[in-house]
């Protein structure tokens, strides 16, 4: 059984760096060809796809905000690390991580999400 | 990229069938056959209902059915339900391999 679960702060100050930390269990990041993505969703509105790790640590960013993200992980502790730089009260959501399984273009299972506040 | 447009919001009775349109580009949708749809009740994390366009994960009522059309793609429930009341996101592959989300469809069963 898959499961997943974000955690890090619930409140970040302007311009400081958010560290979320996704936790798995029920498959490994070892397997080929299998990845685990980040998703964020502002109160109230739209889902918004953010960056995507690969089992091979090929790694994937929104273009948009490419140049605040970095996605690592640690295969040892089954857990995917987003960082997100010079954060902003618009950077206010709901973080997801999601399970991107082998030799697919969509997330199967999400973990329940954690909301990040972003407020001084 | 931009993010995929989807009606706002669509409503229809029970027993009837409603249909979600998602439109992208040949950038994305146009292009490849890697089209998922995902539910969203409130308050809860989003369910995928639909992959690779028409395919449906173990467990997902054959009430959903998907489509592709050129750059557009649809999520049709047929004999929609109350519970079927939810939000509704498409997503797909991108020529840059990355992945974009739809604006989201609020699903009304009146």
Sequence with gaps: QITLKESGPTL?????TLTLTCTFSGFSLSTSRVGVGWIRQ??????????????DDDKRYSPSLKSRLTITKD????????????MDPGDTATYYCAHNPRNSWY?????????????? | ???????????????????????GT???VGTYNYVSWYQQHPGKAPKLMIYD?????????????GSKSGNTAS???????????ADYYCSSYTSSSTRVFGTGTKVTVL
């Design chain 2, 26 to 28: 040949s950038s994305d």
């Design chain 1, 12 to 16: 970040v100050k302007p311009t400081q």
């Design chain 1, 107 to 120: 997330f199967d299972l999400w973990g329940r999400g954690t909301l990040v506040t972003v407020s001084s």
């Design chain 2, 1 to 23: 990229q931009s993010a995929l447009t989807q009606p706002a919001s669509v409503s229809g009775s029970p027993g009837q069938s409603i249909t979600i349109s998602c439109t």
């Design chain 2, 53 to 65: 366009v028409s395919y449906r994960p173990s467990g997902v009522s054959n009430r959903f059915s």
């Design chain 2, 75 to 85: 999520l049709t429930i047929s004999g929609l339900q109350a519970e079927d009341e």
């Design chain 1, 75 to 86: 295969t040892s502790k089954n857990q995917v690390v987003l960082t997100v730089t010079n």
């Design chain 1, 42 to 55: 502002p109160p109230g509105k739209a889902l918004e796809w953010l960056a995507l790790i690969y089992w």
